[in-house]
């Protein structure tokens, strides 16, 4: 088996950050969606309108494409860990500390953080209970 060059295993992680499916993915089109130019927040909270290279390459976290500086700022935001709310760089860091961002600019005034997400009906273990409420809850959202 012929192992993937770095070129393609760096266009199949674009593919997957820009919600691409990977079976079927186009190199052009990851090529050109990541070209887009889209809001990049720098860790000293400065906003810079860039393509998705450039912005990863600076160390800075890419914002959407077709988004830019002028619809908001870049700031801390709120991330959920372990039942508390706690302000972060962005959502990088929210992850590795485990946690669930909230969003850019986000403040943690009025955000339920749940102790433990998974902990669906609430008794401080995950368990075989927890999945079989999700089971039951399986189905179309009506």
Not at 55 to 82: D, K, Q, Y
Request: proline share 6%.
């Amino acid at each position: 088996m012929k192992r993937p060059s770095a070129t393609h295993v760096l266009l199949a992680i674009v593919a997957v950050l820009l919600g691409f499916n990977l079976v079927d993915v186009n190199p052009a089109a990851v090529q050109a969606a990541a070209g887009d130019i889209r809001r990049c927040c720098l860790p000293t909270g400065q906003c810079l309108d860039i393509d998705l290279f450039d912005c990863l390459n600076i160390g800075g976290s890419p914002g959407p494409a077709g988004s830019s500086c002028s619809e908001g700022e870049c700031g801390p935001g709120a991330c959920c860990v372990a039942g508390d709310c706690q302000n972060v760089f962005d959502g990088a860091d929210c992850a590795a500390q485990g946690g669930v961002y909230q969003g850019w600019s986000s403040t943690c005034v009025g955000v339920e953080c749940l102790p433990c997400p998974a902990d669906v009906d609430g008794d401080g273990t995950v368990g075989i209970l927890d999945f079989l409420d999700l089971l039951a809850a399986w189905g179309d959202c009506k």
